[in-house]
């Protein structure tokens, strides 16, 4: 018996899928087909795959092509497959020419022609045309745009701004100062302009009946954000909080760790996030042009406070050094909680630096992430007794920006939040934003 082997992610399974398929069973007498698992696939840089898992093993079941149906779960693991399943011919499309020379050590390999004219990609792209629009600062407008070309279906069309950005990135797109312009030429758009603008800017969009992702905070008032969410419900539009730390794999990986029992019982979450790339000083700058430590790192830096430990604490304290008070500018920023059976803390600074790692504390262990811990890509789980550590690694592309516009697009084509940052952390970060600027709470030091 001939058996014959062959991988893909078989996304909206289609007639090229098929006519693949057939060729490869036609090889030999047993088809194996592994169909790739959604975190591989992101490391193999398919990131807006449309179907689960799950969905996408039924369809290439439906077809009635395969004998044998498995996961692909890690790099190597087609030399294991070709070793465990005795196979005589590893077979994928031509467009892979070349690529898997490496296993004819191990079996045959052979290039299949793929059917012409059509793709996962491109049966993606039809799916979701979404044009988007940027407004605000141009060192977030640069990242967002070259990050959105990995994601099918989105395209990012204009800008406004006050001043044009010459990256080659921008190639092509329509510059305005005028919002109401942008509004009327687009389905959606990223906001980040400054935090104080951020309500009108998003409350403007959506009652336009455009969909809004907005970096957080979303508003510097609870009720303001509770306002925004109403609208967007109001209309069916979508509105998320644009935090790029949730969608991080590694990150989302530790959250649900910490809240399974993994480490006990959490008893502590402490967050650091400083920077000095923005070189603040009161000296010769405009510090009314720049956001805050507050606005810039608080929302990152609760992020798995309250989603680990959720948004109902008993008691917070505000601890604050000022560059500039009049200006709102701090250099530093420390807030404690507590909570009826744990505390947290976070350390938030663009005129100071201290490591920025994050580590959540438990009864029978502790989860630790190096810094930059809001690029996460790696954590461990320590225990007293160090050879039961545990390290978990997993690759992070674009800092997660790509991975946020996945979800956001994919929310709009569904109807239906897809979004990592809940509503409740939303509106908590703002009450807390506010609580900072009507100084309760604080003590200025």
Known sequence: MVKVITYGTYDLLHYGHIKLLERAKALGDYLIVGVTADDFDKTRGKINVQQSLMERIEAVRATGLADKIIVEEYEGQKIDDIRRYDVDIFTVGSDWAGKFDYLNEY???????????????????????????????????????????????????GVCASQKSEEPEFDGMFYTENYDELLEKVDAVYIVSKP?????????????????????????????????????????????????????????????????GKIGKVVSVDAVCTSLRDGISIAGTDLTQKWNSMCGWAPAALLPVFQILGTGYRKKVITTKFLDEAANMDAFTKIDFTYDDAVASIKVAKAAKSEGELIVTGTKGYIYVPAPWWKTDYFEVRYENAEDNQR???????????YEIVAFAKSIEVKKPMNYVEKTVSKSIAKIIESFNDRTDMIVI
Request: hydrophobic residues 40%; proline residues 2%.
């Open 107 to 157: 079996c045959k390999v052979v290039y299949l022609p793929r059917t012409e004219g059509i793709s996962s990609s491109e049966v993606r792209s039809e799916q979701c045309k979404l044009r988007m629009g940027i407004v605000g600062k141009a060192a977030f407008r640069t990242k967002f745009v070259a990050e959105s070309k990995y994601v099918n279906g989105v395209d990012v069309i």
């Open 196 to 260: 104080e603008k951020h309500y009108i800017d998003t409350k403007k969009a959506l009652l336009a009946g455009k969909h809004v992702l907005c970096e957080s905070p979303i508003a510097l008032k609870e009720a303001d954000c509770e306002e925004l969410y109403s609208i967007a419900e109001e209309h069916g539009l979508v509105l998320m909080d644009a935090i790029k730390t949730a969608y991080s794999t590694a990150y989302e990986r530790l959250v649900l760790l910490a809240k399974s």
């Open 392 to 402: 978990f690694f997993y690759q992070l592309d674009g800092e997660g920006i790509r």
